[in-house]
């Protein structure tokens, strides 16, 4: 059985990729951490384990690479898309994925890791021109404003009663925007589609861009009231 740290603030994405991870029998998430003092407790906890960490929390490398190799465990760094994944192997850490992994790609880099071996992403194997995100572009132009402010805020994580409360509405309202949004990007509930978005470069800047737009909009009537 291999020991699976998992550590991420995004609370949509550690539980995705708990649910991808826990499909596999021989893979045993032990701790899932949201911040930097848990991940570093969790190391010292249980010896021996792969780390898999997002590098939006934004630890010191050397210092987190020195603790696990410590501890015996072993790192996979979780970057964003559009980082660069050489920053990461050149730092020593065994493995690194980008936010749309595959369920698929998560598991062999982990249990290649996890027998001693390093994973290199795809995109650094075989260069190649950045292919043309098709179907999260169809999807991100079927879907209406209001349908991605929402999808927006269910990446975020928040629930309906959050987001009737961001878009001066009703839960009922959100709740029948959601069956329109499950409809055009063909998943079945908030987790699924949170990981549509996050695995569609096209539909993840969208989200990203009306998440930003948002935050402004709001910022604006708070200092408009003030």
Not at 74 to 91: D, K, T
Not at 148 to 175: F, P, S, Y
Request: with cysteine.
């Amino acid at each position: 059985m291999k020991k699976i740290i998992l550590a991420d603030s995004q609370a949509i994405f550690r539980a995705g990729t708990a649910k991808v991870l826990a499909a596999d029998d021989d893979l045993r998430i032990i701790a899932q951490c949201a911040d930097l003092e848990r991940l570093f407790h969790a190391i010292d906890t249980f010896p021996g384990s792969i780390i898999l960490f997002a590098a939006s929390l934004r630890p010191d490398l050397l210092q987190l690479r020195r603790r696990l190799e410590k501890a015996g465990s072993r790192g996979i760094v979780i970057a964003e898309n559009s980082e660069a994944a050489q920053v990461y192997v050149q730092q020593g850490f065994r493995g690194v994925i980008f936010r749309n992994v595959t369920g698929q790609a998560l598991v062999d880099c982990v249990r290649r890791v996890s027998n001693g071996d390093t994973w290199i992403p795809p995109q650094l194997a075989a260069v190649s021109p950045v292919d043309e995100d098709v179907v999260g572009t169809r999807v991100r132009d079927r879907l209406t404003p209001k349908e991605m402010r929402i999808v927006a805020l269910i990446v975020q994580g928040c629930k309906n009663r959050d987001i009737a409360l961001r878009l001066k509405t009703t839960e009922q309202v959100i709740k029948n925007y959601l069956r329109s949004i499950y409809d055009k990007t063909g998943v079945s509930d908030r987790l699924e589609l949170a990981l549509f978005t996050i695995h569609h470069r096209a539909l993840a800047a969208a989200a990203a861009e009306m998440s930003t737009k948002m935050d402004a909009e709001e910022q604006a009537a708070t200092g408009a009231v003030a």
